[in-house]
């Protein structure tokens, strides 16, 4: 079994994934636009360019993305990247809150050397953590 995430734009899909692929390292695996559909009869011309389905990875996991015409923005769900640096985690902060909003800013707490929230220009909600060392229980 495995966990995937999806996830519906407005129409700026594949301009997210360009941000992610620029910013992130991300790499597009494949993008279907509603004008590659095989079933024509229910898209709209305004919507033949948009993403139908597109698969990125990011990192080892796989991100699957959409655009939908009446997606409604994350509300309580966050994509969690976890950093090898700080240096890092606050590229990573800066990048995906230009243009967005900072939810948590980016600090030290007592569970990571690193740990912010945002939700990107796209509307997608992101943590950004460097974890400290778990010690292992005796």
Known sequence: MRLDTYVNFRGNCAEALQYYEKHLGAKTGMIMTHAEAPDQSRTSPEWRNAVLHARISIGEHELM????????????????????????AERVFAALSDGGRVLMPIRETFFASRFGQVQ?????????LNERPVQPHP
């Open 65 to 88: 993305a959409a655009d939908i015409p009446n997606a409604e923005p994350m509300r309580s769900a966050y994509l969690t990247l976890r950093m090898d640096t700080d240096l890092e």
């Open 120 to 128: 990107d220009r796209f509307g997608i909600n992101w943590m950004i």
